[in-house]
């Protein structure tokens, strides 16, 4: 659930298209789904186990609880990731980059629910703890990659020449390599933003709420109606944090780049 | 296709881009003789690369018509209408995943030829291009060098040995050491083949060189003047012709005249071969009453320069003497040979065949002489023409 | 209980189990490089037409896996359909991206030369254009096929194939003695699945790729 590949070469209109899709379709979209839903909601008749489920208090609290446990991993990832995405570029430590790498890619691999539960289970018994922890775990290796092939591709020409007219590395750092970086950075944190949203979910399992907490209620009272409202308030929040951090990308980057 | 017919005829060709005023190509008559080199020059923007790219359809003609080989060909189906151009671009666009044998082998195969057939033609036109097949055939374009490349481009148009073949700037690539190799060595191909080439460039003096008929363009691709690379540079027809041809006209109609059109002075040096001994070679520089005798090889090519005071220092012809430096292909032009003699040792630029032999010299000497008889010609030319103007009878 | 008597005592359930992730697995990756490959190739030309494709996939890309399981099943119900429909669909986007991307930044001058011998769009795009594109293309496959191998085990739940039986299994039996070795089994399992497939893909992209475009 990361965007970790390259973006397609798009030339003028096809950007607007984009743009235009990005920014209006995508909330509508949500917007119509959440209504439909709503509105078959509404229209139905719950019974007593839908009606403890499926109610205003409990999907509000859902959201909320998603909302939190996500932004709490999001700054628990980026406060671990960037600095280590800056200091693992520097000079010094050139030598372990490339081994660090290797490990971030080869992490990819691990599944959240895996080291979700091996968290849970072995050391934090408190679910949204838990939740919070796994995910940033999950997240920092896609950010910390992120962070340091975006720090390595600052053109060493613009360093240099940085240096060349005197500008300390400190200077060079905060002055040059960060806001040319500033791009990648902002794809790192949209991808820790859109990663923690959406398994975040996974906190039902252990017993953290969200919206989660609809689905696997709604499969163990056999509620089909409770899983799809569940499943679709997690997918619209999921969807709604991507589409924020696709418009904070947007115009947090400095012009220019 | 009827005799005198043009291979190609453009037929007010026009192409108008929509938000733009002035057509880029503005009702163009051209008609391209066969087995001729014509040449599209003009400055930058005239439209020469879409006139040329409307011929094989990679663009469409707004109005106008093209027959190729007495045949309207503006609507027919354009793939099919490529395959019987051969088209050579500047980037040349080998593919990179391919072979140069299975480069070559694209056009063949899409005429589906037989495998037989088709191998055969790949090693006979690596062979026209100067590469040896047996090296050559699978290696990849990533493995080869700029001007190999082109080589390869310029086989790959060949293959299905197409009648008409385009060519966009193909030798512009390259550094100029490279391009006047190519150049020269597609010259001499076309002796052989005289296939029918539209060359499209920005370069007059490379026009000059190449073509047998040259069409300068202005903006809409309006020919200023379409004739012979000779009549063109006796007779401009405007002043924006004049520009474009620039300084040194008289310069550039050496760029007309080849070596083997002037009589080259064979018999003036005398040579020697290889395993000569040190006395007959006294002997025969003695004889020659010149100061130097010109070393050949076995294949007679020529190796070094050898003077009477080298011969007595010398036991071994060798080693004896300087090396030749300047050698000039024979269908080079005097321009080219001018350039060899400011380079080497004694104003003397040594003329060689295809395979290397040597056929003659060239000096300073020679190259006034001919400066001087184009002079006289032209004097006599324009005499004639005011005295026919004066009582034309 | 170690992670060695755990596995001693259940090897053959664990073998069994990855085999079924390696099954769906490959078999979501089969169908989503088919789809993602022919859509990208309908849409590569046009700007307008790529840029809805992707903003679309890109959407079903965010939906979280457990809520795209689960109305999955309740539309197809349980089991291994659903499953690997769902593994398809989140493995579309890096392929048909990377398909997008690939075909694009094919050098003009190459696409111009093959026009201009005569070359049929379906012919450039076939012997010219596809393989020229390979590499990336194969990338963007791999990076599909590690990313869903961690998504498979959470369909596990809705009694999807693979390795996320352990994982919810060894959740389910919390407080036993075997519980913590299960999960590690599990997760274990699945990231040496995913390391292996990448690996697998790795060497096959290198020993496909024709050596002039290395």
Redesign the interface.
Known sequence: ???????????????R??RL??YI??PL?VVAVCTAMYVYVQGQELDSIEGRIINAPNIQGAAVEQIQISLWATLLTLVVAVPLGIALTRPWARRVTPYIIAIAN?G????????L??I???WVRNGARATILGMAVYAVLPVLRGTMVGLQQVDAGVVKAARGMGMSKRAVLGRVEMPLAVPILLTGVRTAL?LT???S??A???GGGT??GF?TS??AQSR?LA??V???G??AL??M??WIGGIAEDFLRPKGL | MTQGEPMIRLDELTKRYPGQEAPAVDAVDLDIPEGEIVILVGPSGCGKTTTLEMI?R?IEPTSGRIFLQGEDVTHVD???????MG?V?Q?????????IAQNIA??PR?LDWDSTRISNRVDELLDLVGLDPERYRDR????MSGGQRQRV?VA??MAADPPVM?MDEPFGATDPITRERLQNEFLHIQEDIRKTIVFVTHDIDEAIKMGDRIAILQEGSRIAQYDTPENILSDPADEFVEQFLGSGIVLKRLNLTRITDIDVAVAEWPTVAVDTDVDAARRALREADQSHLLLLDGDRRPQRWIGMRDLEHHRELSSAGTAVEATIDQRATLNDALQEMLVSANGVAVVVDRSGAYTGTVDLDTVTAAIREMRTAAVQRDRAQVSSERDPA | MSVADYLARRWDTVLELTIEHLIAVALAIGIATVLGVLLAVLVYRS??S???S??SI??L????????F??L??LVGLGWTSAITVLAI?AL??IV??T??GL??V?P????????????RW?RLFR?EL??A?P?IMS?IR?ST??I??????GA??AGPGL?AE??G??AA?GTAR??AQ??V??GA??L???LL?AVLALITRVTT????R
Do not use: W
């Open positions: 659930m990361t965007a970790i590949t390259a973006d397609a070469p798009i030339s003028g209109t096809g950007r298209v984009m899709a990005r379709g995508v979209f080869a990819q691999g691990i599944p959240a629910i895996g080291l539960f091996i849970y289970v072995l859109v949203v959406a398994t979910v996974l039902a399992f252990i919206f989660g689905i709604g499969f089909p899983v799809a569940g499943s679709v997690a997918a999921a969807v944090a991507d | 094989n990679l354009a793939d099919q209408l490529r395959r019987r088209y671009i980037q040349i666009g080998l593919f990179p995943h391919q072979t694209t056009v899409m990849f374009p990533k493995e481009g790959r148009a385009l | 700007d307008r790529v840029a809805l992707l903003v890109n959407v890309f965010t939906v979280p896996a457990l809520a795209f689960s109305i099943v309740i989140y986007l890096p991206r990377n997008i991307t694009r930044e050098d001058a190459i696409v111009r030369a093959a026009t201009g011998m005569g070359m049929s012919a010219v393989p020229l390979y990336v963007g990076v590690v990313l191998v961690g998504i498979a085990t959470i739940y809705v996320g994982l919810f060894g959740l919390l519980a913590p999960i590690t599990g997760t699945v990231v699945v995913a390391l990448d024709p050596r002039g475009l």
